[in-house]
């Protein structure tokens, strides 16, 4: 009775100890490519996206440079995942939060109108990132995105 119990116990602090890395926060830190033809662009016209990531939380600084609509463009944030609000190059309101592994950003135009939410979450063996993203406007498309470390 005693090693049943012994080992019941083992077997739940190694449980507990596996699903520990799910709970916790990912580092993003990388290289990563938009694979075009996984993701779900809804419509948007880009050709090519490459993001690089620095993640040292709290701060989260991302530089994106690719091809859309036949366009060349470069785009460097730098946001905190604490939550607190920040202002984006576009004179946006930004926050980002942990919601367990998943980083979750909103961004709200200069009166508080929110333009959009974004869901981050990286995959078990860190090689592919997913990115949903949700405009509250009915003009844009909802965009799932998957970027493979490169």
């Not at 926060?25 to 490459?50: C, H, M, Q, R, V």
């Not at 995942?81 to 979750?104: F, I, R, Y």
């Amino acid at each position: 009775m005693r090693l049943a119990r012994t080992l019941f116990l083992f077997s739940a602090a190694v449980l507990a100890a596996t699903a520990l890395p799910a709970q916790s926060k990912p580092d993003f830190s990388g290289t990563w490519k938009l694979n075009i033809e996984k993701s779900d662009l809804g419509g948007a016209p880009i050709e090519s996206l490459k993001v690089v990531i620095e993640q040292k939380d709290p701060q989260f600084k991302y530089t994106a440079t690719g091809s859309a609509g036949g366009q060349n463009f470069e785009e460097t944030e730098t946001i905190t995942t604490d939550g607190k609000p920040g202002q984006d190059s576009h004179g946006n309101t930004s926050t980002a939060h942990w919601d367990g592994a998943t980083l979750v950003g909103e961004v709200s135009a200069p009166d508080g109108t929110l333009l959009f939410t974004s869901r981050l979450t990286m995959s078990a063996d860190g090689k592919t990132c997913t990115r949903d993203y949700a405009p509250t406007s009915d003009d844009q498309p909802k965009r799932h995105e998957i970027y493979e470390k490169q």
